[in-house]
């Protein structure tokens, strides 16, 4: 609010990571003050940013798409037929209404918990895969269970207040008709149908490091991007509204909501 329209104006970036429901107000704002950089917004969007704004400029809050394993993979599936994928998400966090945590703002079990975390594997999936629509088969609060059977067999699975993790952990499997991967963004498993042979690396063995250290190498990679030179991938915000009109069709889905 003590920003002057003219200082707006002159800005070369900006971040929106105010929480979501405020996104878009305070997208406007910038586009009202003429603003014409680089524009990061945080996850879910929930802004219709192409409207407004030349899609090169702007990138998403979806920080695993920049991990180091996740481009690996994304590489090692070029020109692959994907049938299979499975992604988990474990956390330790508890999204329980008797939890007292901020992040619970539940109107239908499991809420909270896609928001939070589902919204990453959603995005993690249609980056695999051309997926619109998920159903659900499990709805707990502290447990969901989303799948898609369209193209591609395909699983999401959240487990929040798990004792057997003390941070969050994500795990991505993928078979194709060669092969099948493996990622936790620390490492990558590469199993040969063919073969039988198992290719194993990790971020150590591979030498891989942050050059300013925030959360993690992704945070780092993200923030490099960012602040380049080099235009931006369109497709990372095309995906992050994509992200959020399959969330937008899970809050209306009724049987959720039961």
């Not at 429901?21 to 524009?39: D, M, P, S, V």
């Not at 409207?51 to 590489?75: C, I, N, P, Q």
């Not at 795990?171 to 198992?198: C, G, H, P, W």
């Amino acid at each position: 609010d003590n920003l002057r329209a003219s200082d707006i104006k002159k800005a070369t970036h900006a971040i929106i990571a105010s929480p979501p429901k405020y996104h878009f107000t305070n997208f406007i704002q910038l586009r009202k003050a003429e603003f014409g950089g680089r524009l990061l917004i945080e996850k879910p969007v929930f802004v219709s940013v192409s409207e407004f704004l030349a899609t090169d400029k702007v990138m998403s809050g979806y920080v695993l798409r920049h991990a180091h394993f996740w481009k690996s993979l994304k590489a090692a599936l070029h020109e692959q037929v994907v049938r299979k994928i499975s992604i988990q998400l474990e956390t330790n966090q508890d999204f329980g209404l008797s939890s007292g945590s901020w992040r619970i703002e539940d109107t239908f079990p499991g809420q909270s918990l896609i928001s939070e975390f589902g919204s990453h594997c959603i995005n993690l999936l249609i980056d695999l895969a051309p997926i619109e629509t998920l159903s659900i088969s499990v709805k707990e609060f502290n447990k969901v269970i989303l799948t898609n059977n369209d193209n591609v067999n395909c699983t999401i699975e959240l487990l929040a207040k798990s004792p057997n993790v003390r941070k969050s952990v994500y795990t991505i499997l993928v078979e194709t008709d060669v092969a099948r991967f493996r990622t936790d963004f620390y490492s990558l498993e590469v199993l040969s149908f063919q073969n039988k042979e198992m290719v194993f690396e990790s971020l150590a063995s591979a030498g891989v490091n942050a050059r300013a250290y925030l959360r993690g190498v992704e945070f780092s990679a993200q923030m490099e991007i960012f602040m380049g030179s080099s235009l931006l991938d369109s497709k990372d915000i095309t995906d992050a509204v994509a992200t959020d009109v399959i969330l937008k069709k899970l809050e209306e889905d009724r049987s959720f909501q039961k």
